[in-house]
C-alpha cells in the first residue's frame, strides 16, 4: 500500500495481516525494518516473514500482530550509512499515523515493537536510544551502535522499561568491535545493567540468519 513520507514523496509500505484477521479487533504492531541496498518487500521476499508468522501463531508461541515493513532505503546517505533521525521522524510523523487510521492497530507502546537486520538493526537501536518511549520491545539483527557511535546513548529514561533482543550470527560480519559491532554493544548494556537478551545463530550475515532470529524475537520476546 502507498503512503505520503515526510517529504511529501508517495512511498510503499508491505503489511502482514494475521490469517484471521477482523476490524473489531486490536492488534499488536510491529515495525519491520531490511537492511541496506533492501526496500519494504525484502522481509516477505527473502525472509519469508509472512509464513513465519502463520507457523508461530497458529501453533500458540506468538501472538496475533499486524507487521508493516518500510523502505528505509529512501534516507540512504552513501553507502553504509542512513539518517536515523529522519526514518524515526517518519514512523512516527507518517507511517504511524497513516497505520492507524486505516488498520485496527495499539497506540500503546507496550503493544508495539521495532525490529531490523543489519542497517536495520542500527536503526533498531537508534530507535531503543532514543524513541523508547514510542516502542515496548526492540530486535536487533546482526547490526550495533556502539560507545563511540554518534547515535549511542543510554540516556532515556524508558530504557529501564522495554526489552531487547540483539545477536547475529557466529560467523557473522556484525560480529566485530568497531562503533557498529554487536558484541561491543552488548558490552555496553550489560554495564549499564539493561534489561535484554543476547542471542547467536550459526551462519553468517543472510537470510538463514535473520529469519531464525526474527522467530525467536516473536517467540520469546514479544508481548512479554
Known amino acids: 500500500m502507498s503512503y505520503t513520507d515526510i517529504l511529501g ?42 509464513n513465519i508468522m502463520d507457523n508461530l501463531v497458529s501453533s500458540g508461541r506468538t501472538k496475533e500482530a499486524i507487521l508493516v515493513m518500510m523502505n528505509n532505503s529512501i534516507y540512504a546517505q552513501g553507502f553504509g550509512k542512513w539518517d536515523f533521525p529522519s526514518i524515526a521522524k517518519n514512523c512516527e510523523e507518517a507511517i504511524l499515523p497513516f497505520i492507524e487510521k486505516i488498520l485496527p492497530v495499539s497506540k500503546d507502546p507496550k503493544e508495539r515493537a521495532f525490529c531490523g537486520l543489519s542497517m536495520g538493526s542500527m536503526t533498531t537501536l ?42 547475529c550470527a557466529e560467523e557473522d560480519i556484525a560480529y566485530n568491535e568497531r562503533d557498529i559491532g554487536v558484541p561491543p554493544t ?39
Not at 508491505?14 to 525494518?33: D, I
Not at 549499564?192 to 520469546?220: I, Q, R
Request: aromatic share 18%; hydrophobic share 40%; charged share 15%.
Open 126 to 167: 537508534y530507535m531503543y536510544y532514543h524513541r523508547s518511549g514510542v516502542y515496548g520491545y526492540f530486535g536487533a539483527f546482526s547490526g550495533g551502535i556502539a560507545p563511540g557511535n554518534e547515535y549511542f546513548s543510554l540516556e532515556d529514561p524508558h530504557l529501564k522499561d522495554v526489552r531487547l533482543l540483539i545477536g
Open 186 to 224: 552488548i558490552r555496553a548494556l550489560k554495564e549499564k545493567g539493561l534489561n535484554y537478551t543476547s542471542w547467536f545463530v550459526p551462519g553468517s550475515h543472510d537470510w538463514f540468519c535473520w529469519p531464525e532470529m526474527y522467530a525467536y524475537f516473536a517467540e520469546n520476546i514479544l508481548w512479554k
Open 9 to 50: 514523496r508517495t512511498q510503499s509500505l508491505c503489511v502482514y495481516l494475521p490469517a484471521n484477521f477482523v476490524r473489531t479487533k486490536t492488534y499488536p504492531l510491529v515495525l519491520v525494518s531490511h537492511g541496506g541496498g533492501g526496500n519494504e518487500a525484502a522481509w516477505a521476499a527473502q525472509g519469508n516473514i509472512d
